[in-house]
T-cell receptor, first 113, second 111 residues
Framework: DTEVTQTPKHLVMGMTNKKSLKCEQH?????MYWYKQKAKKPPELMFV???????INESVPSRFSPECPNSSLLNLHLHALQPEDSALYLC????????????FGPGTRLTVT | EDKVVQSPLSLVVHEGDTVTLNCSYE??????LLWYKQEKKAPTFLFML????IEKKSGRLSSILDKKELFSILNITATQTGDSAIYLC???????????FGGGTRLMVKP
């Protein structure tokens, strides 16, 4: 298994909803990342988990709450989002010893109405 | 602050043409430069460059790094419509190897 999977592929939610994005990899990678990508812009880092611990939070608003239940799973819990949070949310993972290669999932396209 | 700048912003060519995409960078503690191809969704890894002057090659794609002049180029020869994508270059920063991406070059290859 050499891929990062993300569910759902698409999500439409209202500003009062609570939803979660899920990311999974079975490559033994111990670093996992959440990125946000707006249209025609490059991905922007949100969070980094290293060995299931949050190591980097790039000043992301608290309405985004990451969680790493185990070394294969990464969740992003969403609550009280704003329409400007609509974007493609990408998960990535990195192999130990392959310091710089990040493998990306297909993303979840989120629309906040 | 680390900076990665790509040019051109967009490029339209015809099948069979050769293209050169540029990426310049200003980073502290440079370790590597990465190239990704992004079609509809996930960026897919193409190359990692760490040493100056050594060309990395994969089929019709090749890339080289110049650490003195702080840039990298990605060449695509005999382009095909399937090469149409956004090409992103990125440099890792920090202990978590967070990626700083350039703005991307949008390549369109016409039949």
């Amino acid at each position: 298994d050499t891929e990062v999977t993300q569910t759902p592929k698409h999500l439409v939610m209202g500003m009062t909803n609570k939803k979660s994005l899920k990311c999974e990899q079975h490559m033994g990678h111990r670093a996992m990342y959440w990125y946000k990508q707006k249209a025609k812009k490059p991905p922007e880092l949100m969070f980094v988990y290293s060995y299931e611990k949050l190591s980097i939070n790039e000043s992301v608003p608290s309405r985004f709450s990451p969680e790493c239940p185990n070394s294969s799973l990464l969740n992003l819990h969403l609550h009280a989002l704003q329409p400007e949070d609509s974007a493609l949310y990408l998960c990535a993972s990195r192999a130990p010893g392959r310091d710089y290669e990040q493998y990306f999932g297909p993303g979840t396209r989120l629309t906040v109405t | 602050e680390d900076k990665v700048v790509q040019s051109p912003l967009s490029l339209v060519v015809h099948e069979g043409d050769t293209v050169t995409l540029n990426c310049s960078y200003e980073v502290t503690n440079f370790r590597s430069l990465l190239w990704y191809k992004q079609e509809k969704k996930a960026p897919t890894f193409l190359f990692m460059l760490t040493s100056s002057g050594i060309e990395k090659k994969s089929g019709r794609l090749s890339s080289i790094l110049d650490k003195k002049e702080l840039f990298s180029i990605l060449n695509i020869t005999a382009t095909q419509t399937g090469d149409s994508a956004i090409y992103l270059c990125a440099v890792p920063r920090g202990a978590g190897n967070m990626l700083t991406f350039g703005g991307g070059t949008r390549l369109m290859v016409k039949p």
